[in-house]
C-alpha cells in the first residue's frame, strides 16, 4: 500500500479521499481492536462494529477491565498503523459528554484529530 508522508508522520491511505479515508483507516482500526476484544468477551457483551456502537458509560458493553483491554490493544494498533504513540487516555477520555469513549464514532473523530495536530506539528 503506497505510503503519505505528513511531516512526521506516516500515513498510509486506504484511497484518495482526504479526510474521509483517514476516517475510514481509522475506523478500520478500531474495528480490528475490536475483533480482537469481542474474543475475550462473552457473547452477550461483544461490541459491534459500527460507527454508532457504545463503547463505555450508559448503554456501553465494556466494564473497566474491557475498557483498559481495548485501551491497549487500541494504542498498540494505532501505533503500528502511524509509527508513533498514541495515547487515547488523553483529553478528558471518559467525560459522559465529550469523552471520545462514548462510541466507536466520537474516538475515530478523536483519532483522526490527534493525527492533524501531529501532521500539523502541534504534537
Same mark, same amino acid.
Given at each position: 500500500m503506497e505510503q503519505t508522508r505528513f511531516a512526521d508522520l506516516s500515513f498510509k491511505p486506504a484511497s484518495t479521499n482526504g479526510g474521509s479515508s483517514r476516517l475510514a483507516d481509522v475506523l *478500520?482500526?478500531?474495528y480490528e481492536s475490536i475483533s480482537d476484544l469481542n474474543m475475550q468477551l462473552p457473547a452477550e457483551r461483544r461490541i459491534d462494529e459500527s460507527p454508532s456502537s457504545v463503547l463505555f458509560g450508559e448503554g456501553g458493553r465494556l466494564d473497566s477491565l474491557g475498557l483498559s483491554n481495548f485501551i491497549v490493544i487500541t494504542e498498540q *494498533?494505532?501505533?503500528?498503523f502511524f509509527n508513533f504513540p498514541v495515547d487515547l487516555t488523553e483529553d478528558d477520555p471518559f467525560s459522559p459528554a465529550t469523552g471520545h469513549f462514548r462510541t466507536v464514532h466520537s474516538l475515530a473523530s478523536y483519532v483522526c484529530e490527534l493525527a492533524e495536530r501531529r501532521s500539523a506539528g502541534a504534537l
Open positions: *478500520k482500526v478500531i *494498533k494505532f501505533q503500528e
